[in-house]
């Protein structure tokens, strides 16, 4: 069984599936694999924070929140970079989320472009 | 007869030269009097002139200067009038003297010790008179404060209503939408590839149809929030419901020294409806008259009307003297149109919505020669659709 390269794989946290879909065809378009979840607590238990290269998740989520995930995955000592995508940016949380160490937030709707380049620089691609 | 004197009434000011010598001068002037008279052989002119003088003294002059014009009386008495009267009558005669001298200087005791009490008084009485314009200040001010506080709470009312109801569409519909670009965006991408790959171009568009029917989808959920069931609906009294928001906003309209008017037909039939959609509508018509009036010279009325329309309808009107209608007056009801500059531009789309909801319509028209009027109707039977 092949591990999957963790330089590869894209992870999707979104409640919203539409968002999903649309994240993961984007990503297929440039060649990149991801896989999607439709909540945090999906994500952490399904341990692909140690496996997968890059993170792209929404902030506003019922149940567990983008932030609170960030904060999480800190505790965990897990490096994986955060990519925010939100319908709320205020600039409290932009800073909030940069400071806790995400790489990029952006709000919705994101210019598709900037978004890939962010997911090409966590990849290191 | 009496004494001439003109001096004024308060002793203590007078210098005692004047007090004094009004007692000399009084009882001088009896003296001379008297012997004009005494060729008409009244031989008690005298006493009456020198009784008249001692008062004069007494009252005029003070106590001290009293007992002196007495004393002078006694004398010219004794020495000009009756110098061979024996003693006992001189005696007699000082006694009438005596007498009235002490009736006098208890008079004036009186007098004196009254215009202390009505000094004090007046003092007491303007006291109390500053005290109370205190509170007066005081309550003025908490007024304004209440009034403040209420202009404030309605207008947060209306601004959370609007704001919360434009947030959440928004939020609601962003999401679809920012979907539905990423979708095309893709859909491009695999089309403008050197090997353009149509299978995947043809699941991105379609995917960008399902975006859109997504946002579509949330919107007529918003719209049908409007539109609510029969049932639960309830009998509205439209006056009564047009004088609670005339009182709800009168600190608002008196803020702006608007003045309201009310000209309701009385005993209009209820309507069915929604009670908080129809203050809404209310709220938001009288709050753009408000609005269009803060600022103008002349007259600043609010006039809202209620009367019977065609057809079993209730015709409400909102008339105010402000700025009047925008040049695009035809857009005034679309969404987003707004001339102020933190306005939602949501509010006429909305108050149209709920009166079409109810069956009705609203419309706007000048109200020349200066200011707008808004209309609305509310049949009685609600939505003939239903």
Redesign the interface.
């Given at each position: 069984m092949a591990i999957q390269s963790k330089k590869n794989l894209v992870a999707i946290v979104d409640d919203?599936d539409?968002?999903r879909?649309?994240?993961q065809?984007?990503l297929?378009?440039?060649g990149v694999a991801s896989e999607t979840f439709a909540a945090a607590e999906e994500f952490l238990t399904s341990g692909q924070q140690h496996q997968a290269g890059c993170l792209i998740a929404d902030i506003r989520m019922p149940g567990m929140s983008g932030l609170e995930l960030q904060a999480k995955l800190n505790a965990e000592n897990c490096r994986i970079p955060i990519i925010f995508i939100t319908?709320?940016g205020d600039e409290k949380m932009r800073m909030q989320a940069l400071r806790a160490g995400a790489v990029e937030f952006l709000a919705?709707?994101?210019d598709?472009e900037i978004l890939l380049e962010s997911v090409r620089a966590a990849l290191e691609i | 007869m009496g004494t001439q004197n003109k001096s004024k009434r308060s002793p203590l000011a007078a210098s005692a030269a004047i007090r004094y010598g009004l007692a000399l001068v009084s009882v001088g002037a009896a003296a001379g009097l008297a012997q004009l008279f005494l060729d008409f052989h009244l031989p008690l002119a005298f006493t009456a002139f020198a009784l008249s003088a001692i008062a004069a003294t007494f009252w005029y002059g003070g106590t001290k200067p009293g007992i002196l014009a007495v004393v002078l009386a006694a004398l010219v008495r004794s020495y000009l009038f009756d110098p061979g009267i024996s003693g006992i009558a001189r005696v007699l005669y000082d006694l009438v003297f005596l007498v009235f001298a002490l009736l006098m200087a208890m008079l004036t005791r009186a007098r004196d010790s009254l215009e202390v009490r009505v000094k004090e008084r007046t003092a007491e009485l303007t006291r109390a008179n500053d005290e109370l314009r205190l509170e007066i200040a005081d309550r003025v001010r908490a007024e304004e404060a209440l009034r403040e506080s209420q202009a404030e709470l309605a207008r947060i009312t209306r601004v959370t209503t609007m704001g919360e109801l434009t947030a959440s569409l928004a939020?609601e519909v962003?999401?679809?939408?920012?979907?539905?670009?990423?979708?095309a965006?893709?859909c491009l991408?695999?089309l403008t590839r050197d090997q353009p790959d149509l299978e995947?171009a043809r699941?991105?568009a379609a995917?960008v149809v399902?975006?859109a029917a997504?946002a579509s989808d949330i919107i007529k959920r918003i719209r049908s929030l409007f539109k609510k069931e029969l049932a639960q609906r309830e009998l509205v009294d439209v006056n009564e419901m047009v004088r609670g928001m005339i009182e709800l906003l009168r600190s608002e309209a008196t803020r702006h020294t608007i003045a309201m008017r009310a000209e309701l037909t009385e005993d209009l039939p209820p309507i069915t409806g929604d009670r908080v959609q129809l203050q809404q509508v209310l709220m938001n018509l009288m709050m753009n008259s408000i609005e269009a009036m803060k600022d103008v010279q002349g007259t600043r009325e609010l006039t809202v009307k209620s009367q019977p329309g065609q057809d079993r309808e209730l015709l409400i009107s909102i008339r105010d003297t402000g700025v009047g209608l925008p040049p695009q007056a035809d857009q005034i009801f679309n969404s987003f149109f707004t001339t102020k500059h933190d306005g939602t531009g949501m509010g006429l789309r909305i108050s149209r919505s709920i009166v079409e909801s109810h069956g009705g319509r609203l419309w706007a028209a000048d109200n020349p020669p200066r200011g707008a009027s808004f209309s609305f109707t509310l049949p009685r039977k609600t939505d003939p659709h239903e």
């Open positions: 919203d539409l968002m879909s649309a994240l065809g984007m297929r378009s440039v319908a709320h919705k709707p994101f598709a | 939020h962003n999401q679809p939408i920012a979907a539905a670009i990423t979708d965006n893709t991408r695999w995947e699941e991105a995917r399902r975006d997504r």
